[in-house]
């Protein structure tokens, strides 16, 4: 079976992003050849190895998909549009990328023959639950169109997948940090906004008394999972979640960053935004089970890691 052996063709779609440019180049170390398709909406293909085949490309342009799912044997798809906020103002952008996207690039995997494609949901599909943590067979109720188009786009995978011999992976992401995690000025992430003021030392806005609890996973965890997942036997047709396994309210991320980077805090109370939900945190048992999953870096560590390699907040640390 191709899968099974030591090298593979892959194409990242999203791959000049986040989470898809630390995934690109991880497969190229391991000896893959890997191919990236991205429109650059969000990401940058400078943070791609010069080894790795970049084209520029919208997720829903068949004719280019065509040709870029030549001979590959796996799909890492990744390329969407990923803010809850934007979403609620633009649904309809959210669901031609999300959705819209998904469905052509199952189409065109359907016409290539390509055997399995890992997808990158999130769990922002859960929205709020009665317990915590949430398993992957808890009924999802999400609260914004982002988590809607994802949720869309998963039942996409599985049925096309399903219909056409495609294997399937599904995998659900928490929230990620790390290292080059984007800081776009409208609505920011958590972590990188929190570093910024925190070592500029400008005030924080706290949503809702920021006691919302997250899930916050370190990227080369995530990274680990999607290499496990493009490969791993007895995975397809499942929906996995990926996260740290860990509940962290804003105020304790508040008050761990405060802690690392030895300024004082300045937060500042604002109510709650729409599309938030109070709880959410991930069961890894599955995960593990069937990935060998083990996320390996601490809240603490990852945060450390990134005052340290990323640019952006080293320089503020010394000054
Ligand atoms: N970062 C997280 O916490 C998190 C959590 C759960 C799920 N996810 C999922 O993981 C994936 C990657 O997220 P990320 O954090 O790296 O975000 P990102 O915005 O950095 O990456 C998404 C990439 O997709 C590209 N893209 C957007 N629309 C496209 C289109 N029409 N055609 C081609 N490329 C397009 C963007 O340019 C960007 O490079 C997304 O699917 C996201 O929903 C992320």
């Known amino acids: 079976?191709?899968?099974?052996?030591?090298t593979m063709n892959i194409l990242i779609t999203g791959g000049a992003g986040f989470i898809g440019a630390a995934l690109a180049n991880r497969l190229l170390l391991d000896g893959h050849t890997v191919r990236v398709l991205d429109d650059l909406s969000a990401g940058n293909p400078d943070r791609l190895h010069s080894d790795i085949f970049f084209t520029r490309g919208d997720v829903r342009d068949k004719p280019k998909l065509w040709r870029l799912l030549k001979r590959v044997d796996c799909v890492y798809h990744?390329?969407?549009r990923v803010s809850v906020p934007e979403s609620i103002l633009y649904p309809?952008?959210?669901n031609e990328t999300n959705v819209g996207g998904t469905v052509a690039l199952m189409e065109a995997m359907r016409d290539a023959g390509v055997q399995r494609v890992v997808f990158a949901s999130s769990a922002a599909i859960y929205g709020e639950q009665p317990r915590s943590p949430v398993a992957e067979d808890f009924s999802p109720h999400p609260t914004s169109p982002y988590g809607v188009s994802k949720l869309s786009a998963?039942?996409?995978v599985s049925t096309i997948g399903r219909l056409w011999g495609i294997e399937t992976v599904i995998l659900r992401i928490?929230?990620?940090f790390g290292p080059?995690?984007?800081l776009p000025p409208e609505h920011p992430p958590v972590i990188p906004m929190m570093l910024k003021q925190a070592l500029g030392g400008g005030s924080i806005p706290i949503y809702g008394g920021g006691t919302q609890v997250r899930d916050f996973v370190f990227i080369d965890d995530v990274v680990d999972s999607l290499v496990a997942a493009g490969s791993a036997k007895?995975?397809?047709r499942r929906i996995i979640n990926i996260g740290s396994g860990q509940g962290t309210s804003v105020n304790a991320l508040a008050k761990t960053i405060a802690r690392l980077t030895t300024r004082?805090?300045?937060?500042?109370?604002?109510?709650?935004?729409?599309g938030g939900v109070s709880q959410l945190v991930a069961d890894i048992s599955l995960a593990g089970e069937l990935l060998g999953y083990v996320p390996r870096v601490s809240l603490a560590d990852g945060l450390s890691l990134m005052l340290k390699h990323d640019a952006r907040f080293a320089k503020m640390v010394r000054v």
Do not use: C, D, I
Request: proline residues 9%; glycine residues 6%; hydrophobic residues 30%.
């Open 1 to 6: 079976m191709r899968l099974e052996t030591k």
């Open 78 to 80: 990744l390329a969407a």
């Open 92 to 94: 309809t952008e959210y």
């Open 154 to 156: 998963e039942h996409y």
């Open 174 to 176: 928490f929230n990620t």
């Open 180 to 182: 080059g995690q984007p």
């Open 234 to 236: 007895g995975v397809s």
């Open 264 to 274: 004082e805090l300045h937060l500042l109370p604002v109510p709650s935004e729409s």
